[in-house]
């Protein structure tokens, strides 16, 4: 039986991961490592999951730890999801954001080559690398030029380069990606679309007046469900070349002014827009677009999920929280 070690595994792509691969691949020891123990409330059969996998408690930036992990897991497939993945934290804390996202995946790989395993890693990277692109650059493709506009990206540049010349130089068999911005069920308020439809369910609850509260509504981004973002993942850890980069995006962009149109028709709830100054970060990139022509050339993949389904799952998860709480605090009403 393979064995695969997820990093990040306690996180929200992590959790949507682990049960894909337990659908999917009955054949798999599924490995974790996380500073903390999943607390999914977004998958199914959670006991089921977690019964079935090994979930092994360290930080990544804890070199002895990790070494001796790897050495006695000794995998087959390694998905490095940890990260610290807010752009809007990397400008509050930019050293130990870089520092982290660099070093606990510089941990991992040299663990690999030192010990001459032959497992496939699959370094996951982000949008955010192509940084301030022009109109005439869209929509991003693998050969577009990175332009890091925060520290965020400069990690995740950094990261790539890593991997490039871990894979070049000690024929380790990495595979990268630059993922664009995930949604779906069980991520954070941190980020966009689940800040905003959180705010639409308090507003259906009578929790929060019907006014949206956004940074900058003109920003576009290219959204791809996370369970596709996953089935990509799977396909990349046995079919994607090593060496390569690819995109994984949904192919159109999206303004953040009009998601939350968007969720006030499908809703049929009329909301004013707040632009929140806080929210809005000191350099940002108008406009981002991706291609997956290369993924789709490569191992035919391409998205699937359409965006007004990721919001309406979203939503059910957003109301069924908002209830537990509501239950719990009865008294958080306007």
């Known amino acids: 039986m393979k064995k695969i070690l997820i990093t990040g595994i306690s996180g929200f792509v992590g959790g949507h991961f682990v049960h894909y691969l337990t659908t999917h691949h009955h054949d798999l020891e599924i490995h974790g490592i996380s500073r903390s123990k999943p607390a999914w409330d977004f998958v199914p059969a959670v006991p089921e999951l977690t019964r079935?996998?090994?979930?092994?408690?360290?930080?990544?930036?804890?070199?002895?730890?990790?070494?001796?992990?790897i050495v006695e897991i000794q995998p087959d497939y390694i998905v490095h999801l940890a990260a610290q993945s807010s752009v809007a934290e990397s400008w509050k804390t930019p050293v130990d954001s870089f520092m982290n996202n660099t070093n606990i995946f510089l941990n991992i790989i040299d663990t690999v080559r030192l010990n001459d395993f032959t497992a496939r890693v699959l370094s996951v990277g982000s949008s955010e690398q192509y940084g301030i692109v022009s109109e005439n650059d869209l929509p991003l493709h693998e050969k577009?030029?990175?332009?890091?506009?925060?520290?965020?990206?400069?990690?995740?540049?950094?990261?790539?380069?890593?991997?490039?010349?871990?894979?070049?130089?000690?024929?380790l068999d990495?595979?990268?990606?630059?993922?664009?911005?995930?949604?779906?069920?069980?991520?954070?308020?941190?980020?966009?679309?689940?800040?905003?439809?959180?705010?639409?369910?308090?507003?259906?609850?009578?929790?929060?007046?019907?006014v949206i509260n956004i940074g900058n509504g003109a920003i576009v981004r290219d959204f791809v469900d996370v369970h596709d973002v996953i089935e990509a993942y799977d396909l990349l850890l046995t079919k994607g070349k090593k060496g390569e980069v690819y995109n994984i995006c949904s192919g159109q962009g999206r303004a953040i002014k009009d998601i939350v149109t968007m969720c006030s028709k499908m809703l049929d709830i009329k909301v004013e827009v707040h632009q929140e100054q806080s929210q809005i970060r000191p350099i940002d990139n108008p406009r981002i677009i991706g291609s997956y022509k290369k993924i789709q050339r490569d191992l035919g993949w391409e998205p699937t999920t359409p965006f007004e389904q990721s919001l309406r799952s979203i939503y059910t998860y957003?109301?069924?929280r908002v209830e537990v709480e509501l239950k719990t605090h009865p008294e958080n009403t306007l």
């Open 52 to 69: 079935n996998s090994h979930f092994h408690l360290a930080d990544l930036m804890d070199i002895p730890k990790i070494k001796s992990l």
């Open 144 to 171: 577009s030029l990175l332009y890091p506009a925060n520290p965020y990206a400069v990690a995740r540049v950094a990261q790539e380069y890593l991997a490039k010349i871990y894979a070049q130089g000690y024929d």
């Open 174 to 210: 990495i595979c990268c990606t630059r993922s664009f911005n995930h949604c779906g069920p069980g991520q954070t308020d941190r980020f966009v679309v689940s800040a905003i439809v959180k705010q639409f369910v308090k507003v259906a609850r009578g929790i929060q007046k019907p």
């Open 318 to 320: 957003w109301d069924q």
